[in-house]
């Protein structure tokens, strides 16, 4: 069976930061593309960023932008989530898709494997 597992999660108050990772289970990372989404409450699911199978290019939502940090190496993916704030509330997701080359979008249907989801509270 192929699962990933994240975990990391966890409250932390308004400017702190959290590191999510990302591990395969019955799979390797290598040939994946892994992306990490998040769903607020009341809200959709939403990409946050993704990065490259062999590349490790690199997006992000804006409004993540030179807060967050995507890395992997060969085991694990990571999320380095500094300078967090309330609106980063919610459940985060990371998904492993192998259909786009070179390069990763956050595009929730493109992904074949998802985790159970680590909840990350950002809270005074």
């Known amino acids: 069976q192929l699962l990933l597992v994240e975990s990391g999660g966890g409250l932390v108050q308004p400017g702190g930061s959290l590191r999510l990772s990302c591990a395969a289970s019955g799979f390797t990372l290598e040939n994946y593309a892994i992306g990490w989404f998040r769903r607020a409450p009341g809200k959709e699911r939403e990409g946050v960023s993704c990065i490259s199978s062999s590349e490790n290019s690199t997006r992000y939502v804006d409004s993540v932008k030179g807060r967050f940090t995507i890395s992997r190496d060969n085991a694990k993916v990571y999320l380095q989530m500094n300078s967090l704030k309330p609106e980063d509330t919610g459940v985060y997701y990371c998904?492993?898709?192998?259909?786009?080359?070179?390069?990763?979008?956050?595009?929730?249907?493109?992904?074949?494997?998802w985790g159970q989801g680590t909840q990350v509270t950002v809270s005074s």
């Open positions: 998904a492993a898709e192998n259909h786009v080359q070179a390069t990763c979008v956050m595009i929730r249907n493109l992904y074949d494997y």
